[in-house]
Protein backbone atom coordinates (compact mmCIF):
# COMPACT_ATOMS: atom_id res chain seq x y z
CA UNK A 1 0.00 0.00 0.00
CA UNK A 2 1.33 3.36 -1.06
CA UNK A 3 0.11 6.59 1.07
CA UNK A 4 0.89 9.89 0.41
CA UNK A 5 0.37 12.60 3.09
CA UNK A 6 -1.90 15.95 3.53
CA UNK A 7 -2.54 18.17 6.05
CA UNK A 8 -5.43 20.37 6.78
CA UNK A 9 -5.27 23.68 8.45
CA UNK A 10 -8.34 24.95 9.07
CA UNK A 11 -10.18 25.20 5.43
CA UNK A 12 -6.79 24.84 3.70
CA UNK A 13 -5.37 21.72 2.28
CA UNK A 14 -1.83 21.55 2.20
CA UNK A 15 0.59 18.82 0.46
CA UNK A 16 -1.05 18.51 -2.96
CA UNK A 17 1.87 20.08 -5.04
CA UNK A 18 4.62 17.97 -3.15
CA UNK A 19 3.40 14.47 -5.42
CA UNK A 20 1.79 12.80 -8.25
CA UNK A 21 0.50 9.41 -8.92
CA UNK A 22 0.26 6.83 -11.46
CA UNK A 23 -2.59 6.15 -13.70
CA UNK A 24 -4.57 3.20 -12.80
CA UNK A 25 -3.62 1.70 -9.45
CA UNK A 26 -6.62 -0.19 -7.50
CA UNK A 27 -6.61 -0.52 -4.27
CA UNK A 28 -3.11 0.20 -3.85
CA UNK A 29 -2.92 4.22 -3.17
CA UNK A 30 -3.91 6.03 -0.16
CA UNK A 31 -4.53 9.64 1.24
CA UNK A 32 -3.41 9.91 5.08
CA UNK A 33 -4.93 13.49 6.56
CA UNK A 34 -3.56 15.19 9.49
CA UNK A 35 -6.12 17.10 10.98
CA UNK A 36 -5.23 20.34 12.96
CA UNK A 37 -7.44 21.05 16.23
CA UNK A 38 -11.00 22.60 14.27
CA UNK A 39 -11.11 19.47 12.21
CA UNK A 40 -11.05 16.86 15.39
CA UNK A 41 -14.64 17.64 17.01
CA UNK A 42 -16.15 15.91 13.79
CA UNK A 43 -15.88 11.60 14.38
CA UNK A 44 -17.14 11.31 10.83
CA UNK A 45 -15.30 12.78 7.73
CA UNK A 46 -14.80 11.79 3.93
CA UNK A 47 -12.59 12.86 0.85
CA UNK A 48 -14.69 14.08 -1.96
CA UNK A 49 -12.75 13.20 -5.20
CA UNK A 50 -13.96 14.19 -8.44
CA UNK A 51 -12.58 12.90 -11.84
CA UNK A 52 -12.48 14.61 -15.13
CA UNK A 53 -15.63 13.61 -16.34
CA UNK A 54 -16.64 15.59 -13.84
CA UNK A 55 -18.30 12.55 -11.45
CA UNK A 56 -17.74 12.58 -8.21
CA UNK A 57 -16.74 9.85 -5.28
CA UNK A 58 -17.24 10.36 -1.70
CA UNK A 59 -14.82 7.87 0.27
CA UNK A 60 -15.12 7.91 4.15
CA UNK A 61 -11.84 8.90 6.02
CA UNK A 62 -11.21 5.84 8.42
CA UNK A 63 -8.14 6.69 10.50
CA UNK A 64 -7.31 9.27 9.00
CA UNK A 65 -6.83 7.72 5.68
CA UNK A 66 -8.84 7.19 2.22
CA UNK A 67 -8.04 5.17 -0.10
CA UNK A 68 -7.94 7.02 -3.97
CA UNK A 69 -10.72 5.36 -6.48
CA UNK A 70 -9.50 3.68 -9.28
CA UNK A 71 -11.98 5.83 -10.97
CA UNK A 72 -10.11 8.91 -10.83
CA UNK A 73 -6.68 7.17 -12.14
CA UNK A 74 -8.08 6.11 -14.77
CA UNK A 75 -6.86 9.53 -17.15
CA UNK A 76 -3.89 11.03 -17.59
CA UNK A 77 -3.91 14.92 -16.13
CA UNK A 78 -5.40 15.84 -13.18
CA UNK A 79 -8.47 15.05 -10.71
CA UNK A 80 -10.41 17.29 -7.92
CA UNK A 81 -9.71 16.66 -3.97
CA UNK A 82 -11.75 18.18 -0.97
CA UNK A 83 -13.08 17.03 2.68
CA UNK A 84 -15.35 17.38 4.61
CA UNK A 85 -16.56 16.58 8.02
CA UNK A 86 -20.09 16.66 9.67
CA UNK A 87 -21.01 16.00 13.34
CA UNK A 88 -25.32 16.01 12.96
CA UNK A 89 -25.99 19.25 11.45
CA UNK A 90 -22.72 20.66 11.53
CA UNK A 91 -20.49 20.51 8.59
CA UNK A 92 -16.91 22.03 8.25
CA UNK A 93 -15.56 21.94 4.26
CA UNK A 94 -11.43 22.11 2.83
CA UNK A 95 -10.78 24.00 0.12
CA UNK A 96 -10.27 22.09 -3.14
CA UNK A 97 -6.72 20.93 -4.61
CA UNK A 98 -6.03 19.24 -7.63
CA UNK A 99 -3.34 16.11 -8.06
CA UNK A 100 -1.31 14.98 -10.63
CA UNK A 101 -1.96 11.38 -12.38
CA UNK A 102 1.07 10.31 -14.36
CA UNK A 103 1.02 8.36 -17.31
CA UNK A 104 1.79 4.21 -16.64
CA UNK A 105 2.22 1.24 -19.11
CA UNK A 106 -0.03 -0.93 -18.16
CA UNK A 107 -1.89 -2.97 -20.37
CA UNK A 108 -5.65 -2.83 -20.62
CA UNK A 109 -5.51 -6.51 -20.19
CA UNK A 110 -4.24 -6.38 -16.87
CA UNK A 111 -6.08 -3.63 -15.42
CA UNK A 112 -8.13 -5.35 -12.63
CA UNK A 113 -10.69 -2.49 -12.21
CA UNK A 114 -14.09 -3.10 -9.75
CA UNK A 115 -16.32 0.38 -8.76
CA UNK A 116 -14.77 1.91 -5.36
CA UNK A 117 -17.54 1.75 -2.43
CA UNK A 118 -18.73 5.48 -2.08
CA UNK A 119 -19.95 5.92 1.41
CA UNK A 120 -23.10 7.99 0.85
CA UNK A 121 -24.61 5.36 -1.73
CA UNK A 122 -23.65 2.72 0.83
CA UNK A 123 -25.33 4.81 3.99
CA UNK A 124 -28.37 5.39 2.05
CA UNK A 125 -28.63 1.51 0.74
CA UNK A 126 -28.19 0.39 4.26
CA UNK A 127 -30.36 3.07 5.69
CA UNK A 128 -33.61 2.34 3.30
CA UNK A 129 -33.46 -1.45 3.23
CA UNK A 130 -32.99 -1.43 7.26
CA UNK A 131 -36.37 1.26 7.31
CA UNK A 132 -38.64 -0.64 4.75
CA UNK A 133 -37.71 -4.13 6.64
CA UNK A 134 -39.15 -1.97 10.26
CA UNK A 135 -41.74 -0.03 8.56
CA UNK A 136 -43.03 -1.37 5.38
CA UNK A 137 -46.76 -2.38 6.98
CA UNK A 138 -46.87 0.97 8.59
CA UNK A 139 -45.68 3.09 5.32
CA UNK A 140 -48.57 1.12 3.34
CA UNK A 141 -50.90 2.13 6.45
CA UNK A 142 -49.86 5.95 6.29
CA UNK A 143 -50.00 6.07 2.32
CA UNK A 144 -54.08 4.87 2.44
CA UNK A 145 -54.34 7.29 5.23
CA UNK A 146 -52.91 9.78 2.86
CA UNK A 147 -55.06 9.06 -0.05
CA UNK A 148 -58.03 9.48 2.22
CA UNK A 149 -56.68 12.75 4.02
CA UNK A 150 -55.85 14.05 0.45
CA UNK A 151 -59.59 13.39 -1.35
CA UNK A 152 -61.20 14.56 2.09
CA UNK A 153 -59.74 17.59 1.78
CA UNK A 154 -59.87 18.20 -1.82
CA UNK A 155 -63.52 18.47 -0.80
CA UNK A 156 -63.27 20.86 1.70
CA UNK A 157 -60.91 22.81 -0.31
CA UNK A 158 -63.97 22.75 -3.21
CA UNK A 159 -66.17 24.14 -0.35
CA UNK A 160 -64.39 26.70 0.99
CA UNK A 161 -63.91 28.32 -2.40
CA UNK A 162 -67.51 28.39 -3.28
CA UNK A 163 -68.13 30.00 -0.42
CA UNK A 164 -65.19 32.74 -0.69
CA UNK A 165 -66.67 33.48 -3.98
CA UNK A 166 -69.30 34.38 -2.48
CA UNK A 167 -67.78 36.45 0.21
CA UNK A 168 -66.40 38.17 -2.18
CA UNK A 169 -69.06 39.47 -4.30
CA UNK A 170 -70.83 40.30 -1.44
CA UNK A 171 -67.49 42.13 -0.16
CA UNK A 172 -67.19 43.87 -3.52
CA UNK A 173 -71.21 45.05 -3.06
CA UNK A 174 -69.82 46.36 0.19
CA UNK A 175 -66.80 48.17 -1.25
CA UNK A 176 -68.74 49.80 -4.31
CA UNK A 177 -71.36 51.54 -2.36
CA UNK A 178 -69.18 52.76 0.72
CA UNK A 179 -66.74 54.16 -2.51
CA UNK A 180 -70.03 56.20 -3.62
CA UNK A 181 -70.93 57.39 -0.49
CA UNK A 182 -67.39 58.68 0.34
CA UNK A 183 -66.86 60.39 -3.42
CA UNK A 184 -68.17 63.82 -1.73
CA UNK A 185 -66.14 63.80 1.03
CA UNK A 186 -62.87 62.76 -1.20
CA UNK A 187 -63.90 65.68 -3.46
CA UNK A 188 -64.03 67.99 -0.46
CA UNK A 189 -61.17 66.97 0.80
CA UNK A 190 -59.12 67.06 -2.60
CA UNK A 191 -60.46 71.09 -2.67
CA UNK A 192 -59.25 71.96 0.28
CA UNK A 193 -55.55 70.48 -0.29
CA UNK A 194 -55.38 72.42 -3.19
CA UNK A 195 -55.91 75.67 -1.26
CA UNK A 196 -53.76 74.40 1.37
CA UNK A 197 -51.10 74.01 -1.13
CA UNK A 198 -52.23 77.46 -2.85
CA UNK A 199 -51.19 79.10 0.96
CA UNK A 200 -47.68 76.95 0.99
CA UNK A 201 -46.32 78.34 -2.03
CA UNK A 202 -47.14 81.96 -0.51
CA UNK A 203 -45.63 81.23 2.46
CA UNK A 204 -42.44 79.38 0.66
CA UNK A 205 -42.15 82.41 -1.31
CA UNK A 206 -42.18 84.73 1.52
CA UNK A 207 -39.36 82.66 3.29
CA UNK A 208 -37.19 82.73 -0.01
CA UNK A 209 -37.56 86.71 0.23
CA UNK A 210 -37.11 86.71 4.14
CA UNK A 211 -40.14 88.67 4.48
CA UNK A 212 -42.14 86.86 7.38
CA UNK A 213 -40.53 89.17 10.15
CA UNK A 214 -39.35 92.13 8.85
CA UNK A 215 -41.32 94.45 10.36
CA UNK A 216 -39.61 93.49 13.68
CA UNK A 217 -36.35 94.92 12.98
CA UNK A 218 -36.94 97.80 10.49
CA UNK A 219 -34.30 100.30 9.78
CA UNK A 220 -31.86 98.22 12.26
CA UNK A 221 -28.05 98.47 11.54
CA UNK A 222 -26.64 97.56 14.54
CA UNK A 223 -28.00 96.14 17.91
CA UNK A 224 -26.24 94.78 21.26
CA UNK A 225 -29.40 93.77 22.47
CA UNK A 226 -31.44 90.73 21.15
CA UNK A 227 -33.01 91.59 17.76
CA UNK A 228 -35.99 89.67 19.08
CA UNK A 229 -37.90 89.57 22.64
CA UNK A 230 -38.53 85.98 22.31
CA UNK A 231 -39.78 85.41 25.88
CA UNK A 232 -39.03 82.72 28.22
CA UNK A 233 -40.17 79.91 26.55
CA UNK A 234 -38.24 78.13 23.51
CA UNK A 235 -38.47 79.77 20.25
CA UNK A 236 -37.53 79.89 16.61
CA UNK A 237 -36.58 82.03 13.75
CA UNK A 238 -36.36 80.68 10.88
CA UNK A 239 -36.36 83.09 8.33
CA UNK A 240 -35.33 86.53 10.15
CA UNK A 241 -34.02 88.92 7.68
CA UNK A 242 -31.33 91.09 8.52
CA UNK A 243 -30.27 92.30 5.72
CA UNK A 244 -29.58 96.18 7.72
CA UNK A 245 -27.35 94.62 9.94
CA UNK A 246 -23.58 95.60 9.65
CA UNK A 247 -22.82 93.92 12.59
CA UNK A 248 -23.67 91.14 15.44
CA UNK A 249 -22.77 90.38 19.14
CA UNK A 250 -23.21 87.00 21.24
CA UNK A 251 -26.20 89.77 23.09
CA UNK A 252 -27.60 89.66 19.57
CA UNK A 253 -29.77 86.56 20.29
CA UNK A 254 -30.66 85.20 23.96
CA UNK A 255 -30.29 81.64 25.61
CA UNK A 256 -34.30 80.25 24.01
CA UNK A 257 -33.65 80.59 20.67
CA UNK A 258 -34.24 77.35 18.94
CA UNK A 259 -33.55 78.09 15.24
CA UNK A 260 -32.56 80.59 13.07
CA UNK A 261 -31.97 82.22 9.65
CA UNK A 262 -29.92 85.17 9.07
CA UNK A 263 -29.42 87.81 5.97
CA UNK A 264 -25.65 88.54 6.14
CA UNK A 265 -25.70 90.94 3.29
CA UNK A 266 -24.05 93.67 5.23
CA UNK A 267 -21.49 91.92 7.31
CA UNK A 268 -18.32 91.15 6.76
CA UNK A 269 -17.01 89.58 10.63
CA UNK A 270 -19.45 87.36 12.19
CA UNK A 271 -17.62 85.55 14.87
CA UNK A 272 -18.78 84.08 18.36
CA UNK A 273 -22.17 85.52 17.48
CA UNK A 274 -23.59 81.71 18.71
CA UNK A 275 -20.90 80.68 21.07
CA UNK A 276 -21.45 78.63 23.99
CA UNK A 277 -25.10 79.11 23.44
CA UNK A 278 -26.54 75.72 24.37
CA UNK A 279 -30.21 76.21 23.26
CA UNK A 280 -29.42 76.57 19.27
CA UNK A 281 -29.97 73.65 17.45
CA UNK A 282 -30.26 74.89 13.85
CA UNK A 283 -28.35 78.03 12.02
CA UNK A 284 -29.20 79.00 8.34
CA UNK A 285 -26.75 81.85 6.82
CA UNK A 286 -27.73 83.16 3.74
CA UNK A 287 -25.74 86.12 1.51
CA UNK A 288 -22.53 85.68 3.07
CA UNK A 289 -20.54 86.24 0.32
CA UNK A 290 -19.13 89.19 1.67
CA UNK A 291 -18.17 87.30 5.22
CA UNK A 292 -14.51 87.46 5.62
CA UNK A 293 -14.15 84.74 9.08
CA UNK A 294 -16.41 82.81 11.27
CA UNK A 295 -13.74 82.10 14.10
CA UNK A 296 -15.89 80.17 16.74
CA UNK A 297 -18.93 81.36 15.40
CA UNK A 298 -20.71 77.89 16.80
CA UNK A 299 -18.06 77.31 19.23
CA UNK A 300 -19.50 74.69 22.49
CA UNK A 301 -22.73 74.90 20.65
CA UNK A 302 -24.02 72.01 22.43
CA UNK A 303 -26.75 71.56 21.12
CA UNK A 304 -26.64 72.74 17.28
CA UNK A 305 -27.47 69.62 14.97
CA UNK A 306 -27.25 71.62 11.58
CA UNK A 307 -24.82 74.66 10.32
CA UNK A 308 -25.27 75.84 6.56
CA UNK A 309 -23.02 78.71 6.86
CA UNK A 310 -23.52 79.65 2.67
CA UNK A 311 -21.12 81.43 0.07
CA UNK A 312 -17.54 81.39 1.58
CA UNK A 313 -16.10 82.51 -1.69
CA UNK A 314 -14.16 85.97 0.90
CA UNK A 315 -14.30 84.02 3.69
CA UNK A 316 -10.12 83.53 5.17
CA UNK A 317 -11.06 81.74 8.36
CA UNK A 318 -13.06 79.47 9.89
CA UNK A 319 -11.09 78.75 13.35
CA UNK A 320 -13.06 76.73 16.16
CA UNK A 321 -15.93 77.16 13.76
CA UNK A 322 -17.75 74.14 15.31
CA UNK A 323 -15.24 73.39 17.67
CA UNK A 324 -17.03 71.06 20.36
CA UNK A 325 -20.50 71.14 19.08
CA UNK A 326 -20.89 67.77 20.55
CA UNK A 327 -24.37 67.12 18.84
CA UNK A 328 -23.55 68.72 15.27
CA UNK A 329 -24.53 66.44 12.47
CA UNK A 330 -24.20 67.82 9.49
CA UNK A 331 -22.67 71.43 7.78
CA UNK A 332 -23.26 73.18 4.35
CA UNK A 333 -21.29 75.56 2.81
CA UNK A 334 -20.30 76.52 -0.98
CA UNK A 335 -17.86 77.99 -2.72
CA UNK A 336 -14.62 77.94 -0.30
CA UNK A 337 -11.85 79.21 -1.92
CA UNK A 338 -9.80 81.70 0.22
CA UNK A 339 -9.51 79.92 3.34
CA UNK A 340 -6.09 80.76 5.39
CA UNK A 341 -6.79 79.29 8.82
CA UNK A 342 -8.67 76.59 9.85
CA UNK A 343 -7.50 75.27 13.04
CA UNK A 344 -9.57 73.02 15.25
CA UNK A 345 -12.31 73.58 13.20
CA UNK A 346 -15.10 70.57 13.53
CA UNK A 347 -12.48 69.30 16.59
CA UNK A 348 -14.25 67.38 18.88
CA UNK A 349 -17.74 66.91 16.85
CA UNK A 350 -18.44 63.88 18.05
CA UNK A 351 -21.56 62.37 16.10
CA UNK A 352 -20.80 64.98 12.94
CA UNK A 353 -21.65 62.76 9.93
CA UNK A 354 -22.17 64.90 6.64
CA UNK A 355 -20.16 68.02 5.37
CA UNK A 356 -21.70 69.18 2.31
CA UNK A 357 -19.59 70.90 0.58
CA UNK A 358 -15.87 71.31 -1.00
CA UNK A 359 -12.53 72.01 0.84
CA UNK A 360 -10.01 74.00 -1.07
CA UNK A 361 -7.21 74.17 1.10
CA UNK A 362 -4.76 75.40 -1.62
CA UNK A 363 -4.55 78.70 0.66
CA UNK A 364 -4.49 77.31 4.08
CA UNK A 365 -1.24 77.94 6.01
CA UNK A 366 -2.67 76.57 9.07
CA UNK A 367 -5.45 73.37 9.84
CA UNK A 368 -4.04 72.01 13.01
CA UNK A 369 -6.57 69.12 14.50
CA UNK A 370 -9.30 70.30 12.31
CA UNK A 371 -11.02 66.93 11.98
CA UNK A 372 -9.53 65.50 15.68
CA UNK A 373 -12.53 63.75 17.37
CA UNK A 374 -14.83 63.43 14.77
CA UNK A 375 -15.67 59.29 14.68
CA UNK A 376 -18.95 59.26 13.22
CA UNK A 377 -17.65 61.40 10.18
CA UNK A 378 -18.95 59.64 6.55
CA UNK A 379 -19.11 62.32 3.94
CA UNK A 380 -16.18 64.76 3.65
CA UNK A 381 -15.40 66.38 0.03
CA UNK A 382 -11.84 67.92 -1.34
CA UNK A 383 -10.60 69.79 -4.12
CA UNK A 384 -7.97 67.56 -6.42
CA UNK A 385 -3.82 69.02 -5.69
CA UNK A 386 -5.59 71.42 -2.94
CA UNK A 387 -3.68 69.75 0.05
CA UNK A 388 -0.63 71.20 1.05
CA UNK A 389 0.18 70.73 4.67
CA UNK A 390 -0.08 67.84 7.04
CA UNK A 391 -3.72 66.60 8.00
CA UNK A 392 -5.12 64.56 10.37
CA UNK A 393 -8.09 61.61 10.28
CA UNK A 394 -7.14 59.46 12.67
CA UNK A 395 -10.41 59.62 14.57
CA UNK A 396 -12.46 59.61 11.45
CA UNK A 397 -12.79 55.55 11.46
CA UNK A 398 -16.69 55.89 9.39
CA UNK A 399 -15.08 57.55 6.54
CA UNK A 400 -16.54 55.82 3.43
CA UNK A 401 -14.86 55.30 0.14
CA UNK A 402 -15.63 58.22 -1.75
CA UNK A 403 -14.56 60.11 1.15
CA UNK A 404 -11.08 58.58 1.30
CA UNK A 405 -10.60 58.66 -2.63
CA UNK A 406 -11.51 62.40 -2.23
CA UNK A 407 -8.60 62.98 0.36
CA UNK A 408 -5.82 61.00 -1.52
CA UNK A 409 -6.92 63.26 -5.02
CA UNK A 410 -6.84 66.30 -3.01
CA UNK A 411 -3.45 65.95 -1.82
CA UNK A 412 -1.06 68.20 -3.61
CA UNK A 413 1.70 66.39 -5.43
CA UNK A 414 3.97 70.01 -5.20
CA UNK A 415 4.04 70.03 -1.66
CA UNK A 416 4.42 66.76 0.25
CA UNK A 417 3.72 65.95 4.01
CA UNK A 418 1.80 63.50 5.72
CA UNK A 419 -1.49 62.53 5.94
CA UNK A 420 -3.33 60.49 9.22
CA UNK A 421 -5.83 58.25 8.38
CA UNK A 422 -7.82 55.16 10.76
CA UNK A 423 -6.63 51.62 9.58
CA UNK A 424 -9.57 50.58 10.39
CA UNK A 425 -11.83 53.02 7.99
CA UNK A 426 -9.27 51.97 5.55
CA UNK A 427 -10.25 48.23 6.25
CA UNK A 428 -14.02 48.95 6.13
CA UNK A 429 -14.40 50.80 3.21
CA UNK A 430 -11.64 48.51 0.67
CA UNK A 431 -12.97 45.06 1.42
CA UNK A 432 -10.90 44.41 -1.95
CA UNK A 433 -7.21 44.16 -1.34
CA UNK A 434 -6.54 45.23 -5.17
CA UNK A 435 -8.52 48.26 -4.48
CA UNK A 436 -7.16 48.86 -1.01
CA UNK A 437 -3.33 48.30 -2.47
CA UNK A 438 -4.21 50.80 -5.28
CA UNK A 439 -5.51 53.47 -2.90
CA UNK A 440 -2.21 53.31 -0.60
CA UNK A 441 -0.30 53.17 -3.72
CA UNK A 442 -2.06 56.99 -4.91
CA UNK A 443 -1.08 57.80 -1.42
CA UNK A 444 2.53 56.94 -1.08
CA UNK A 445 3.86 56.71 -4.43
CA UNK A 446 1.51 58.55 -7.06
CA UNK A 447 0.98 61.54 -4.99
CA UNK A 448 4.58 61.19 -2.89
CA UNK A 449 2.79 62.01 0.89
CA UNK A 450 4.09 60.41 3.80
CA UNK A 451 1.05 57.84 5.06
CA UNK A 452 0.31 57.25 9.17
CA UNK A 453 -2.51 54.83 9.85
CA UNK A 454 -3.48 54.42 13.68
Known sequence: MVTYDLMLEKQRLFGADKFSVAANANETLSLRFNFDRNWRRFDSKAAVFRNSDMQYFIIEIITNRAKIPWEVLTKQGMFELSVIGF???????????????????????YKTLS???????????????????KYENEIKELKKAHVEEKLLLNAQIVEANEKTLEAVAEKDSEIEEIKNEHAKQVSEYEAQITELNSQLAECREKAEKWEMVDIAIQGKTLASSPLWGGGSEEYRLPMLNTSSVKGFTSRNFDTNLREIGLDLSSVTIFQEVFMEK??????????TNNITSYESLAYACTSIRYLDIGNLESCTNITQLAMEASRLEKVEFTNMCRISTADCAFYGCSVLKEIDGVFDFRTVTSADEIFIGTPMLETVRFLENSITKDISFQDSISLTKESLLSIANGLSTENTATVYLSSYAIDNAFTDEEEKSDFLSLIQTTKGWNLEMT
Open 278 to 287: DSIQKLVLKN
Open 115 to 133: PSEVLFDRFKEECIAEAYL
Open 87 to 109: DGAKTLTSDKVEILVSENLLPEE
